[in-house]
């Protein structure tokens, strides 16, 4: 299997700044997304990393160290609707199609 | 809106019951997934599917089988269903590029089974 580690519990209060880390080790790493789930739904597609460097969209920034095995999820301005858990993947090109999710982090946001 | 639909939202079955879940995706990907996930655990996957009738078996594939007959369509059995096979199965679908990398996965909604 792929190791992708992610913490499992993190807390902050609205307004401000949380950074969710992700380190994984795999071969023919081909790209990491990130996806925010709520509780009893589906998860979404927040962000894609291909490249090394940071990806801003809005509140959320994604950032990615190919060498280091590393990304993180920046939340900016924290919501009370920002409280989810977010999965790390993984895609390997030799594995055409798979993801490897992380087991997410439960971010928990107080007002 | 891109769609993926699982056939049910909660489901109630029987101990050796056959049981099946279906999905269907709107978006003409090649790529189609089935997990399976349980607190603690994350997202686990049991089955994938790269192509109309081909199958590849995940993390987990055991008690299960699956079936891909047409394009849209993916279906998860549990030949007999236990009770360790009680959990939320969610099913994905994606397309890949011809650098040969991966689109995002679009989820559907989940299918809750209890199996008593």
């Known amino acids: 299997g792929q190791n992708i580690d992610q913490p499992t519990e993190m807390t902050a209060t609205e307004g401000a700044i949380v950074q969710i880390n992700c380190t994984y080790q795999t071969s023919g790493f081909n790209g990491l997304f990130w996806y925010q789930q709520h509780a009893g739904e589906a998860p979404t597609f927040l962000s894609y990393?291909?490249?090394?460097g940071l990806e801003e969209k809005g509140r959320f920034s994604s950032f990615l160290s190919r060498s280091k095995g590393y990304s993180y999820l920046l939340l900016k301005e924290l919501q009370m609707k920002d409280s989810a858990s977010y999965l790390c993947?993984?895609?390997?090109?030799?594995?055409?199609?798979?993801?490897?999710f992380g087991r997410g982090t439960q971010l928990t946001v107080w007002p | 809106d891109v769609k993926v639909t699982q056939s049910s939202r909660y489901l109630v079955k029987r101990t050796g019951e056959k049981v099946f879940l279906e999905c269907v995706q709107d978006?003409?990907?090649?790529?189609m997934f089935w997990y399976r996930q349980d607190p603690g655990l994350g997202l686990r996957l049991i089955y994938f599917s790269y192509d109309v009738k081909m199958k590849e078996k995940g993390d987990i594939p055991e008690g299960y089988s699956v079936s891909r007959e047409k394009k849209e369509r993916f279906s998860l059995i549990l030949e007999s269903a236990s009770t360790n096979q009680t959990s939320m199965y969610l099913c994905a679908s994606s397309s890949t590029t011809m650098d040969r990398r991966n689109t995002e996965a679009f989820f559907g909604q989940g299918t809750r089974l209890t199996v008593v």
């Open positions: 978006m003409d990907h090649e790529n």
């Open positions: 990393n291909v490249l090394d």
């Open positions: 993947a993984v895609s390997r090109g030799s594995t055409l199609g798979r993801l490897y």
